[in-house]
């Protein structure tokens, strides 16, 4: 697993972490606690050392079992949680210093730690991100030393760059993904001139990009994959990265002829973000350790040939752009 520096920051992590949105088990299908576990164990032994997570996944659940696995295996690893989504008491009273104090603190205690790598601001909408108040607060938490680092994860780019103008603004977490390549000409050199790591989610569009979904595919019904698929319960663009289902399935195939010799499907998409120089690290999720092992494996393939990487700018400029949805 190959390392790369947060951007300006000296700590290092691995350039594949994992996800662990799937481990909070209501929005992604139930995942038991062995499974879960399992996951994080393969993840880590693959080299993996960051990972992220939130504490509304699961309503706590995701944090928790994180906190147990580091009970069993306290190496050095980069911790990412979120805040501002929790669902008690809910926005815009999450978004109150007293409310962010109380949500970091549980989050301290469900991890188990002293302190949090990294607090995210959870998809915070613009208008709080405008007001300021939320960075003030997470500038105090920093002080106080409850937290080492903070950033955002944002849902557009205009948020990236309301994000971007904060002083000590560490992090900038954006969906980006073949289907979804607006950050890489909108965000990537200004993150760099300021020394804003990019962490990278949905870099395989919610499983579109492993190439193994087709038309009979189904989810379970607290999969947000079905009960969100239009954008029923929150951004339509967190789904398939914003992809009408069917019509993702139709760029699948266009992608996949792509494919090098020796890649996967799902290894070519998260080799496509890496990249990219600006991106300090991926977050794929897994359910499963066979899944956690081959997207580890991306960080050892070498860059996509140049040609490979025209030929998916040109497909997403000419035919995937017009349908997605949601904020770039």
Known sequence: MRLRTFNGDPVQVSEVGLGCWQIGGDQWGDVPDADALGTLRAAVDAGSTFLDTADVY??????ELIGRFLKERPGPLFIATKCGRFGTPGMPANFEPAVMRRHAEASLKRLGVDALDLTQLHCVPLKWLQRGEVFETLRQLVKEGKVRRFGASVESVEEARECLKQD????????????RQTPATELFEEAQ????????????????????????????ANDHRTMNRNGENFNVGETFGGLPFEKGLEFVEAVRKLVPPGFTMAQMALRWCLDFPAVSVV??????????????????????????HEKLRRLFRDDVKAHVRGPD
């Open 58 to 63: 699961g309503q706590g659940r995701s944090e």
């Open 168 to 179: 000590g603004l560490k992090s900038l977490q954006v969906i980006f993904n073949i289907f």
């Open 193 to 220: 001139r300021k020394k804003v790591a990019v962490i990278v989610r949905l870099p395989l569009a919610s499983g579109l990009l492993s190439g193994k979904f087709t038309s009979a595919t189904t989810f379970s």
């Open 283 to 308: 977050i794929p999720g897994a359910r499963n350790p066979a899944q956690a092992n081959a997207n580890a494996d991306a960080s050892e393939l070498p860059p996509l040939p140049e040609e490979v």
